[in-house]
């Protein structure tokens, strides 16, 4: 009879826009501060603007939109006033991934990186997702967050393993040109980003992380 084995030790996430759907909890997050600064509301249509919001740090959105702004300290200190638990209800977790995780878990290590900064702990209570992951990445540990290979190369150098025994999903460029640079296997996640594969449901990770033996 044939068992499942897994091609790789650790598979890693991204978070947003990969385990969340957070696209318009983030657009709220940004115009409570365009708000406060008087500012009109970020242009919907823009999609310079909507790739940075939704796959950037929190330090790099900010500059984005904010650098040259007289008021960009005043910018930088009502943002981390804007609790996490306020857009919590704009949130939902992708369809199917906790039962993807379910499948992987006891077969490979999981993990995540996300460019999120303070809130993935809260995330992962309110998910449900605790229990899951052996480690968690965010851009508060890191002095260069992605699209540098920092993040990742501290996920490998955490569990021990080489770049290929690792596969990344992520749903953005930054996340593409992270896993590029640190050798990591990426797979896009609804999008058309070149890699490994790209998947528009997290049941297809299975065929692409086991083998039969």
């Given at each position: 009879m044939s068992e499942l084995n897994s091609r790789y030790k650790v598979v890693i996430y991204d978070c947003d826009g990969v385990i969340l759907d957070s696209m318009e909890s983030n657009y709220i997050f940004y115009n409570r501060v365009m708000e406060f600064l008087g500012r009109p509301e970020i242009d919907r249509n823009n999609?310079?603007?909507?790739r940075v919001l939704h796959t950037y740090s929190f330090n790099n959105v900010m500059e984005y939109f904010f650098?040259?702004?007289?008021?960009r300290e005043d910018a930088f200190k009502f943002a981390k006033t804007i609790h996490y638990r306020d857009l919590m209800p704009?949130?939902?977790m992708e369809d199917?991934?906790?039962?993807a995780l379910d499948r992987l878990k006891g077969?490979?290590?999981?993990a995540i990186c996300t460019n999120r900064a303070t809130s993935m702990e809260m995330i992962i209570?309110?998910?449900g997702l605790g229990g899951y992951f052996e480690y968690v990445m965010t851009a508060s540990q890191v002095i260069h967050p992605k699209p540098h290979p920092e993040p990742l190369l501290k996920v490998l150098a955490y569990f021990g393993v080489a770049p290929e025994e690792a596969l990344f999903i992520g749903d953005g460029e930054v996340d593409m040109q992270a896993?590029?640079?640190a050798g990591v296997p990426f797979i896009s996640y609804k999008s058309n980003l070149p890699g490994l594969a790209r998947i528009e449901h997290h049941s297809e990770i299975i065929q692409?992380?086991?083998s039969l033996v």
């Open positions: 999609n310079d603007a909507k650098e040259g702004d007289l008021r704009y949130m939902k199917g991934f906790v039962g077969h490979t290590s999981l209570e309110d998910f896993a590029l640079s692409h992380v086991f």
